[in-house]
Structure formats: structure tokens, C-alpha cells
């Protein structure tokens, strides 16, 4: 967990294989704020929060898609933009 600005969040890392014709496999882990402050401009920062907590604070440059509404697409079409980037999930941590 990492404290921002005064808002609790919970970082992950997922890497996920380009290949999308094959099932998604990824290697997900916990960031702490330092390992995330390395990643941060070299990977896609996705926001998973409600739309009303993106409104009010959120990473610059990060993609809101809320974890309720999150569906495949949406990664592979993260995956196809940008290749070779690693994907960063945040949120609350769990709920």
C-alpha cells in the first residue's frame, strides 16, 4: 500500500504477454510507492476506482476503467496500443 496525498492505494503490476490470439497469462505483484515511482512514465497506469474517486484525485496520465465495468477488451486494447509497456493497476486495495 502506498499513501497519496492523504488516499490510500493499492498498486499492481501486471505483465501480460502480447500474444492475445493464446488464454492471458500474467505475473501480477504488489508495488511499493519506490518500485512504482521507477515504473511510473515507462508503463500504462490504469485507475480502477469509482468514477467520483478518479474525479477527485488520480495518478497523472492514468486510464480510468473501474473495476466493476473492466472487461477483456479493455486490456487488449491497452496491449495493442502500447505493446511493450507493462500495465499498473491501482485502487482502494481490497473491498
Do not use: W
Not at 504477454?17 to 500504462?44: K, M, W
Not at 477527485?56 to 509497456?85: F, N
Amino acid at each position: 500500500m502506498i499513501r497519496l496525498c492523504g488516499l490510500s492505494v493499492a498498486i499492481f503490476l501486471c505483465l501480460i504477454p502480447v500474444c492475445l490470439q493464446a488464454e492471458i497469462y500474467n505475473d501480477s505483484r504488489q508495488l511499493n510507492t519506490e518500485q512504482f515511482a521507477r515504473l511510473h512514465g515507462h508503463a500504462i497506469v490504469v485507475d480502477c476506482r469509482s468514477r467520483l474517486e478518479y474525479d477527485v484525485l488520480h495518478i497523472q496520465g492514468a486510464v480510468h476503467i473501474p473495476s466493476g465495468t473492466m472487461v477483456g477488451e479493455d486490456l487488449e486494447r491497452l496491449l495493442l496500443q502500447y505493446p511493450h509497456k507493462p500495465i499498473v493497476f491501482y485502487c482502494n486495495g481490497p473491498g
